[in-house]
């Protein structure tokens, strides 16, 4: 089977992934605000949510991993853009999938989120290579990109060290203010990252659907 560049697709699948996971966290984070901030008797259901999500990341998850390494596999244009596009893309679907099954098996989610910090800084390292070498025609979308991902990943691992806490403590104390501050941070940049990949891959449809390698 020939090689067809299906990178806009997969930049869709890393917003769609981005905005789920939003989702889930503004969710609970509404469950919330409805108990310790307006004083209803509604409970903080913060597993109802997670369970609720991963069927539909398992199934992103299971894509993203199966072109992930068809792409590394298959690549055939001149350049690493191979590397560049799909290692951090082949990472996001083990921390996915490392997702998928701690919640599943109601495991503790620190160690997904430790995953993703050390991919976080692996992929800003990347986003910056890439830069400096000038591999792409949008270089700063690019850096934006990579370095927004990258910071959430870095924030993904605080904002599950809460979630556990929380988690295991039950929903009968409210949240430290100072620990919401990084789960803001971590919505910020993976909202960020999601609308960039959404953008670029948008932009690169007309381009593949004029001229498919």
Do not use: C
């Not at 692996?122 to 690019?142: D, K, R």
């Not at 789960?183 to 990252?193: A, D, P």
Request: glycine share 10%.
């Amino acid at each position: 089977m020939g090689f067809v560049d299906e990178l806009a697709l997969e930049l869709f699948t890393v917003a769609f992934l981005g905005f789920l996971m939003d989702y889930v966290v503004l969710a609970i984070y509404r469950d919330y605000r409805a108990r310790y901030v307006n004083k209803s008797n509604s409970k903080v259901s913060i597993e109802s949510h997670l369970q609720g999500s991963i069927y539909m990341v398992a199934a992103i998850t299971v894509f993203i991993l199966v072109m992930g390494f068809y792409g590394e596999i298959t690549w055939s244009l001149p350049g690493a853009y191979n590397l560049l596009f799909y290692d951090p893309y082949i990472l996001l679907g083990i921390i996915s999938l490392g997702f998928v099954l701690s919640v599943k098996y109601n495991q503790k989610l620190q160690y997904v989120g430790l995953m993703a910090l050390f991919a976080g800084l692996v992929l800003i390292e990347y986003g910056v290579s890439g830069y400096n070498l000038g591999y792409t025609n949008s270089p700063l979308a690019l850096l934006g990109l990579y370095t927004a991902f990258g910071l959430a990943g870095i924030f993904a691992y605080p904002t599950t060290l809460i979630m556990d806490r929380y988690r295991s403590n039950g929903s009968n104390k409210p949240l430290n203010r100072n620990y919401i501050i990084f789960i803001v941070l971590f919505l910020l940049f993976i909202t960020l990252g999601s609308l960039l990949a959404a953008y670029i891959g948008g932009v690169a449809v007309p381009a593949h659907l004029a001229a498919p390698p």
